[in-house]
């Protein structure tokens, strides 16, 4: 089993920027898969990035390229999204999950284990 907690969510003005941390704990691997969804009210989770577990290449959604970076520090069991130049179309509970294989997918299903979400909200 895998444990996931998300943190660093909050309320935050358009233009502005956060930074979500994902804790894992458990039976981790630094081989695993790594990724970030989102839930806005109303509507289906949707992918947001995803990472492996070198590092690189990270993939994202189209509608946060250029603004969220996706990160890792393996030695730390530790995953980040920076996100800036925040849309209230952001707004939305931040999922960080884990998928137990080396590629990369923005399936939502493929993903093995997941955190319980933290909050984002984006105001106009």
């Known amino acids: 089993q895998v444990q996931l907690v998300e943190s660093g969510g909050g309320l935050v003005q358009a233009g502005g920027s956060l930074r979500l941390s994902c804790a894992a704990s458990?039976?981790?691997?630094?081989?695993?898969?790594m990724g970030w969804f989102r839930q806005a009210p109303g509507k289906e989770r949707e992918f947001v990035a995803a990472?492996?577990?070198?590092?690189?290449?990270?993939y994202n959604a189209v509608s946060v390229k250029g603004r969220f970076a996706i990160s890792r520090d393996n030695a730390k069991n530790l995953m980040y999204l920076q996100m800036n130049s925040l849309e209230p179309e952001d707004t939305a509970v931040y999922y960080c999950?884990?998928?137990?294989?080396?590629?990369?997918?923005?399936?939502?299903?493929?993903?093995?284990?997941w955190g319980q979400g933290t909050q984002v909200t984006v105001s106009s």
């Open positions: 999950a884990v998928r137990r294989e080396i590629w990369f997918s923005r399936s939502e299903g493929e993903y093995d284990y």
């Open positions: 990472i492996i577990w070198s590092g690189e290449p990270t």
């Open positions: 458990g039976r981790t691997s630094s081989s695993y898969t």
